[in-house]
């Protein structure tokens, strides 16, 4: 990966360190299980190419992951690097990232001696040791630059007590401890310098398409910028392409990231800008700040996309992203997501996204398309819920107008929701059945929004429909969240990157608003409350005044399961495809999709539910 | 058990059937297994003791299955007299005593061997061999009444194609070959001779008390009644106890069936009329005759209670149930429901229930106490519905009220609904959180509603809430279904048998009529139908018109999920405990019941996936 730190993934012959083999046996509350030994690393220090996805856990860098996966075995392979190791640290993985329920590996010493085990925290944050020791370490080794310790966990371990790593974001936590501690029980978590970090743990297995020989690159970078001293910043830049820029393919691209920043970049993005405008101007300055021309909301058309731990992203060989030529703006603009926690002053950065493309077009242009809710407040999240769920539904009737008999492949997806969002899931359902996942999300973080590829190509026919549903959590908000841009508005989408490319760019629903007229005037009713329903109050004023309850809940819920919906399926966002697109029926879903059924390791060999001893030396105190 | 045909029980020192002993290799489709060896029954008749619990499985009594329950073990195993055996039978279980989705045990010959096996029918009712054999052959021996076949089922075998055996109704099923078959999957299940019988296979593991030297018996038995050649029919028989017939306790009962009638005599009850009349008049006829006289209806307080496959019924030790003495009625009433599907002619039955009772005594009156939803109109069950909840409540406040300081024990509970009942179940909850079940019947029907004994007592103290909810099928209806006494009207009801003796006779509760007026306004409004929900119509012709889709269907939930409800804390049906009790709120749960995790079998060991063969001689053509 250019730009990354060089220090963590240069090879560099140091000795290794001797783990003593040691079989023992402990005694657990669980169960006894005999010590199996501890295999060490050889002494050649593993290859870069042995772990291909690398990530900064904490905004220091003191931590560094990386990790293969083998989806023959089901197993991921994780190296960590621990750069200034003290008394131990935890690793792991929870639901959202929270330290209660998750399941960790951890090495400590008292002081005199180190072990590593496999640990589970329980709803107080208290930890124990695993009866299945599913973290597996295979060795520890040091180097100048730090101690790495490499194990392996599989997918699914069928312990209840561990995580199921799935497709999608996967919450990474770790814990340094900074003193001696006599046993895993000891520990205090809520004491610890802490953290986490969200990954995709799973990455598609893709070959890497050939490459032309007459590709080009191009830099959009940052003109050293001096990072603000504060926790989130959004950085806009203005780039624009030369005269007369030719169409191209975009065939793959890539961040370049300055050397020292790899834990404050945290997400970056190319725009372009809305054909319809000759010009834009320039801007080098925070997104959100005041003197940040109006003009500039005009630039959201994505060319490419990059977030903390994802790699070059390649197009299919059949496939690029048109760039340049007539008929598309000149103009581009550069956003970066700063996360400086530590609020680090005057650091100078440079990053931004490399851009590879080719004159010699490829056979299909790639499109974006949109699918999921329209952004209006007609679809709203009541207060309060812990799992309130929304759908917005891509048609038959808009896939058979819209789409050719040949029909498209989708080959990456982009899920997109506001703060209140857990969950994102698009289906394909053909002839009332479900076929197919085209991308899922289980913890979906509106904070980690990349372009994934695809494991596999998702083809979609005419009269195939995609039905996007988003998971929210309202329960620290006292009033409805509804529909809309606003950042405490809410969204559901995916964005669907597909070849060959469409006049279908928003292929999206919500609820018919007479049906949800009916709902104010039902709740007003049942309610004996003054619940104004006259036209003159705006939709989000209605879902304001409602007094949520059991009740009105439920019926929301019922009314979104129930009531036809308005279709948008739109050439560009103003431009809808000919057709009675209101009041249409919700589709049917006779046939579901069955619930992956977890493999569990074959044949579970001994997994001591006992901490391996590891003779690291006398550690720092 | 008094009554039974002899013919089966009986020991008699026929000769053992040998079984070729044979290791042999087969593959399936799904896996290859090594077959293990059959395991000979030696000389010896088991013993009856072995197997105390006895069923006929078709009308004529061809089939009797007896089986013993190993609780330590996880453990049912069977004992089939086959009595005519022909070229084999199937004997299984399935959710509701359908052939499809259900899981077998089939013995097959092709004219010339025998086999035995595994097995389980798809949702098209074709026959397939279990990859994982759980139904274990342990024996098979010839006796001059029939062939004896003598296997075992683990509970859970943690098969997805298998049944969980769990408490409650067990639907069983046979089929009988009456042609050689030349494989497994050759035999056509919809063209069998077959049937299902409802048993309560997990039998509680209950010592049976001690019973006093001074017990006296009393027979109630129908006076050789000519059972009509109809499929079902309800025979009611007035009987009236001496005059002056002082307090006992009754202490035990058990059936008494006329010989050769044990497939036609389903069920039995014994009822005590109101006390409030002096006098009832006779009848011996069917209960649903036009002669029986109206009066008869006041004879609904129920004194026993058999169905087939229960043995005899047994007090715990501290209690009995009062009978006789000043304030009872001396008029009782007995039903016998016969089930004559073959349309036997010219049967004479004198079946009954004989009663147990003493004089002297027990410390505690027994009691029944009435928990779930009132008999009223106001809770429904939308058309077409594969599973409607609807929840009945005995609430804090009345059981604060009503229950002694010390709390009552539940001993036995008789589960009630009409006939879209599908489950029941009824859950102790303390605090706001579920603690315990009283009695559940994930496969619940109407036409088996024993008293059942709980495994244990179950304490409940004042301030306790008891939840009955119970799930209904109108898939086959086209107009709602409410509640009522009428067969097509629904009830959901759990009659607990508990000590000592309360004045709670009734605890249950009811949706808010009022709430239920907003509801029908509601969708007369929301639909722009025409609903009538003037005054005077009645709450059954309001549900009648309601158009029924599933806005409508969800809103109702909704509403029961959420409106106050009216309780009805009674003394007696008519006599309500002081206090408030309409508009009362709804008991809120914040902690369910875990759900339960099957015990699988420990250590599989190797189970084959191919048939075993049998050496039963030159079957029958």
């Known amino acids: 990966l250019p730009g990354m730190q060089s220090s963590g993934s240069k090879p560099c012959p140091c000795p290794s360190f001797k783990l003593r083999e040691v079989a023992s ?175 995709q743990l799973l990455k598609p297995n893709i070959t890497v398409p050939e490459l032309p020989s007459n590709m080009k690159t191009m830099e959009i970078t940052a003109p050293n910028v001096v990072i603000p001293s504060q926790e989130t910043t959004y950085w806009c830049y203005m780039i624009e392409l030369p005269d007369h820029f030719p169409k191209h393919h975009i065939i793959m691209y890539e961040p370049v990231i300055t050397a020292g920043n790899e834990a404050l970049v945290h997400h970056m993005e190319v725009f372009q800008c809305a054909a319809e405008f000759d010009s834009f101007p320039h801007y080098n300055g925070p997104c959100d700040s005041k003197m940040k021309p109006d003009r500039l909301n005009y630039c959201r058309h994505v060319l490419a996309a990059w977030a903390m731990g994802a790699q070059a992203f390649y197009y299919p060989k059949e496939a690029g992203l048109a760039f340049g030529g007539p008929g598309s703006s000149r103009y581009l603009r550069l956003e970066i997501h700063y996360h ?36 209006t407040p007609v679809m709203a999240i009541p207060p309060g819920e812990d799992a309130f769920i929304l759908t917005g539904y891509c048609t038959d009737k808009c896939s058979r107008l819209a789409l050719p008999a040949a029909g498209i492949r989708i080959f990456a997806s ?148 129930f009531a036809p919906i308005s279709m948008h399926c739109n050439k560009s966002s103003a431009v809808r495809f000919p057709g009675e697109w209101e009041k249409q029926p919700l589709p049917t879903i006779t046939e579901r999709l069955p619930e992956p059924v977890p493999r569990c390791p074959p044949a579970p060999g001994p997994r001591p539910a006992a901490p391996v001893p590891l003779d690291l030396g006398q550690l720092r105190r």
Chains 1, 2 share one sequence.
């Open 25 to 199: 046996m402990y005694f657990t509350m669980i169960a006894v299980f005999l010590v199996i030994l501890v295999v060490a690393l050889q002494g050649s220090a593993p290859r870069r190419s042995d772990f291909p996805y690398k990530v900064p856990l904490d905004p220091q860098g003191m931590l560094e992951l990386s990790w293969n996966v083998s989806y023959p075995e089901q197993v991921v392979h994780f190296q960590l690097l621990v750069r200034d190791l003290r008394f131990g640290l935890l690793f792991g993985m929870s639901d959202r990232g929270e330290f209660e329920n998750a399941d960790l590996a951890v090495l400590w010493s008292d002081g005199h001696s180190s072990y590593f085990g496999d640990a589970w925290s329980d709803a107080q944050g208290q930890l124990h040791m695993d009866s299945q020791q599913d973290y597996q370490l295979l060795g520890a080794r040091r180097a100048p630059e730090g101690l790495y310790l490499l194990f392996r966990r599989a997918f699914s371990t069928c312990d209840p007590k561990d995580y199921l790593i799935e497709d999608g974001t996967v919450h990474l936590i770790y814990g340094i401890l900074e003193k001696p501690v006599h046993s895993l029980q000891a520990i205090n978590i809520s004491a610890l310098h802490r953290g986490l970090q969200r990954v």
């Open 340 to 375: 400086n926690p530590l609020v680090f002053k005057g650091r100078h950065d440079s990053s931004g996204i490399r851009l590879y493309y080719t004159a010699t077009l490829r056979r299909y242009d790639a499109g974006i398309m949109e699918l999921g809710l329209v952004y």
């Open 414 to 561: 982009q899920l997109h929701t506001h703060l209140a969002g857990r969950k994102v899931v698009t289906v394909l359902s053909r002839d009332g059945r479900e076929r197919q996942v085209v991308n899922a999300d289980g913890h979906y973080s509106p904070h980690f929004q990349e372009i994934r590829m695809l494991k596999e190509l998702v083809a979609v026919f005419p009269g195939d429909e995609l039905i996007t549903t988003c998971t929210y959590n309202t329960e620290d908000r006292s009033r409805a969240t509804v529909g809309g841009f606003g950042i405490l508005e809410e969204m559901c989408v995916n964005y669907v990157h597909y070849y060959p490319q469409t006049q279908l760019e928003l292929c999206k629903s919500a609820v018919d608003p007479g049906y949800l007229h009916r709902y104010f005037n039902l709740v007003n009713r049942f309610n004996d409350e003054e619940v104004c329903t006259c036209p003159q109050v705006s939709v989000p004023q209605q879902f304001f005044s409602v007094p949520w309850n059991s009740f009105n809940r439920d019926v929301l819920k019922s009314l979104y399961g």
